[in-house]
């Protein structure tokens, strides 16, 4: 997911990167990826895509591969992203993984209703799907930016459903800083990310400055085959959809509450240049969740997935493996 949240907070999960990060910090530094992802490797990442339509109406797409009886992950990627978000890092985790990586609704080849987006509409429509391709226990839910307020929905809503759950650049608050105190409201930098959104207008230009400058962590790392594609995908999502997700799923609302139904171990994985998540809602994930593991990785952002892909698989299993 996804980059920095446009402008000054430009790129609300999904894909920070080279610009001034969304908490206003100094530029960071764009990372290579361990191992670079090839055309032929994400043409048939992509291929093996497939679609199933779910009892509430929604056709959701999904990649299905590693080891049928491998114990089962759930990978849920970022805001205008797609199941391609975990292109680089799938090849390291279906060494010991069979992967479910899910194309959210209203986003990639899954279907884009006029309604509904909420935390709680999106980890609906996973149990949905897991109960569809009956999978049997799931062995984590992990999800990066957007994707980890779902999976953190997905544990609190079902918890005997969620025997691990990894959040990768996740917050216990709300997407963006924090509002100014007694200001009541959001913070300008918020403001003017949700301006940017309000001027969004179809057809959506891929190769557009605002497009280009969404995705700049993922042009300033990935190859542009790669980068042409997340455009390409993020721009057939309709303008008022991407509004709608941010205003139902982002930006409002306080997820403290219900973090204690939490009760799987938990992995927490933050870039220690994550511009995009506050202080305190790294801290009220910390504090909410009853068991938790926190893992830092200094040098990299809030687009672990990407930047070191290898070192965040090694993370996940090992937690994996040992709790």
């Known amino acids: 997911m996804r980059e920095v949240l446009l402008g000054a907070l430009m790129l609300a999960l999904g894909s920070p990167a080279v610009a001034v990060a969304a908490s206003g910090g100094s530029p960071t530094v764009p990372l290579k990826p361990v191992s670079p992802i090839t055309l032929a490797a994400l043409d048939a990442f992509d291929g093996a895509k497939q679609t199933v339509g779910l009892q509430n109406g929604v056709s959701l797409a999904y990649i299905d591969m590693g080891p049928r009886d491998a114990p089962v992950l759930v990978l849920i990627h970022g805001y205008t992203d797609s199941a391609r ?4 890092l799938a090849p390291e985790l279906t060494r010991n993984f069979r992967l479910i990586i899910v194309d959210l609704r209203g986003h990639g080849a899954s279907s884009k209703p006029e ?12 149990r949905l799907l897991l109960d569809r391709l009956h999978t049997g226990p799931v062995e984590a839910i ?4 957007l994707g980890s307020l779902v999976a953190q929905t997905f544990a609190e809503l079902w918890p005997a459903a969620t025997r691990r759950l990894v959040l990768v650049s996740s917050t216990g ?3 963006g800083p924090e509002p100014a105190c007694g200001s009541g409201g959001a913070t300008p930098i918020v403001q003017s990310w949700l ?12 190769d557009s400055a605002f497009m280009r400058e969404w ?5 300033a790392i990935n190859p542009e085959f790669f980068s042409s594609r997340q455009r390409h995908d993020a721009a057939a999502i309709p303008a008022h959809i991407w509004r709608d997700i941010a205003d139902q799923a982002l930006v409002t609302g306080d997820l403290r509450p219900m973090l204690p139904r939490i009760q799987a171990p938990t992995l927490l994985i933050w870039g220690g240049r994550d511009t995009v998540m506050s202080a305190a809602g790294r801290e ?3 504090t909410g969740i009853p068991r938790n593991v926190v893992r830092i990785f200094p040098e990299l952002g809030h687009d672990l997935i990407w930047q070191d892909p290898q070192a965040l698989a090694s993370a996940i299993t090992g937690f994996l493996k040992k709790s």
């Open 215 to 219: 995705w700049q962590e993922s042009i």
């Open 195 to 206: 301006a940017g959104l309000a001027q969004l207008r179809d057809p959506i230009d891929p």
């Open 142 to 145: 992990v999800g990066h930016s």
């Open 115 to 126: 309604c509904c987006y909420t935390r709680f509409d999106f980890a609906d429509d996973i």
């Open 85 to 88: 978000d975990w292109a680089s």
């Open 284 to 286: 009220a994930l910390r």
């Open 173 to 175: 608050t709300s997407f």
